[in-house]
């Protein structure tokens, strides 16, 4: 953790905040940045940068491709992507006829944005050009906070691709394939819309950058509480900001969070919102690995590796071994089809004491049914009244 005043350039940032993590991006590590804060409090400052003290992007990108050139070993591919969350609707900034697109996720690809477009470059000058591009796209507004205000999340994403060429067939580790992502982002203000005088598309745009930064918050106070203890339901899925960082955020990812506050006094209630968010931040632990994956001509190649060593043991000095090691199973085998019989047949014969119990009981019940009827049909009998012949009389005289 650091504290950087007013007078911190972006490139102290970048050195001691971000450098490390972009660069082991190059190793297979997934790494994230974004910066918090409300509007005019130098977000987009950190990130974008200008002429004179480059942002942290910028820094970033001329990083890996410098890198790349003295990593002699390995053979490398980037691509690029940008977008924005506007109004919970997520735009392609490289394809601005991309709209409203889709999350999905899979097993292979896992959390991705089906759609958009990925640009192959080999320069930090193509890079630069693909953002001024998607930045003519980005939506910005006046508002009381700022005459240039952000008025949508933005992300921008690097994939890092990069495989060993020294391999001469021999190894087929070497034929691994390490994929990692780095995504750059900048939010939009965490300020309450009221300060923003904004009104009617101003408002609806508040409300929505509102309701996202509120899940971000929501997702980054529940990991600190859950950090080292089963956690509970977490909201991913309440914002499409939060969906697109999940694995940032709480999985197999690198992240800095960068927070950046204004000392003007009336700002003092959003300072103390966003110093709490990076105290929270700060509690939350990630498990960062190295994403590697193998080509299925190198899978292949590893099955038959086992195959020809299995084969070898049984046509070399283990064979004996082996061979009774298979007469052992086979005879374990055995021994459990022998169980599994005997167990069958106990089973078979508790099934018929069972029926037996059962029939018992059925006639049991029958009897007891059969005098229960008897002794009511006597007790019926005992209380009929006697039909005895009375003798006649007429006003008291007898016959």
């Known amino acids: 953790d650091q504290i950087f005043t007013k007078d911190a350039t972006n ?3 970048y050195e001691i905040h971000a450098k490390d993590l972009v660069l082991s991006g190059l190793q297979g590590f997934n790494g994230t940045i974004f910066a918090y804060g409300q509007t005019s409090s130098g977000k987009t400052y950190t990130m974008r940068g200008s002429e004179r003290d480059p942002g942290l992007i910028h820094r970033a990108i001329c990083d890996v491709f410098s890198t790349i050139q003295s990593i002699l070993d390995r053979e490398f591919l980037i691509r690029v992507s940008y977008m924005e969350i506007y109004k919970e609707e997520i735009n392609d900034l ?5 709209r409203k697109l889709r999350i999905h996720e899979n097993s292979v690809r896992g959390i991705f944005v089906a759609g958009l477009r990925e640009e192959i470059v080999s320069s930090p000058g193509q890079v630069f050009e693909f953002l001024k591009f998607g930045e003519a796209y980005r939506h910005f507004g006046k508002t009381n906070m700022n005459v240039y205000s952000s008025r949508s999340h933005t992300i921008f994403r690097m994939v890092i691709e990069s495989r060993d060429k020294t391999n001469d067939g021999q190894d087929d580790a070497l034929d691994a394939v390490r994929v990692s992502t780095l995504n ?12 923003t005088g904004a009104g009617g598309v101003r408002l609806k745009e508040g409300t929505h950058i509102n309701k996202s930064l509120m899940t971000l918050g929501t997702v980054i106070s529940k990991l600190s509480e859950a950090s080292g203890k089963q956690g509970g339901h977490i909201p991913y899925r309440n914002s499409k ?7 940032a955020l709480d999985g197999n990812a690198k992240t800095a969070v960068i927070c950046t506050i204004t000392p003007d006094e009336m700002q003092l209630d959003e300072t103390r919102g966003t110093l709490q968010f990076a105290s929270r931040a ?36 283990r064979s004996e071994v082996l061979e009774k090691e298979i007469l052992n199973l086979r005879n374990d085998l055995l021994k459990f089809e022998l169980e599994r019989e005997r167990l069958a047949l106990e089973l078979e014969e508790e099934k018929k004491a069972q029926k037996e119990r059962e029939i018992r009981i059925q006639e049991q019940e029958r009897k007891i049914e059969n005098l229960s009827t008897l002794v009511i049909s006597s007790t019926w009998d005992d209380r009929k009244p006697s039909r005895k012949v009375l003798p006649f009389s007429l006003f008291g005289f007898s016959p």
């Open 11 to 13: 490139a102290s940032v």
């Open 282 to 317: 700060k509690r939350v632990s990630t498990c960062a690995q190295i994403n590697e994956t193998i080509t299925d001509a190198a899978l292949l190649k590893r099955q038959k590796k086992e195959i020809e060593v299995l084969r070898m043991k049984l046509q070399g000095t």
């Open 184 to 195: 750059m982002v900048d939010l939009a203000g965490s300020e309450r819309i009221a300060k």
């Open 94 to 98: 490289l394809a601005p006829e991309n």
């Open 241 to 247: 900001l939060t969906r697109i960082l999940q694995s």
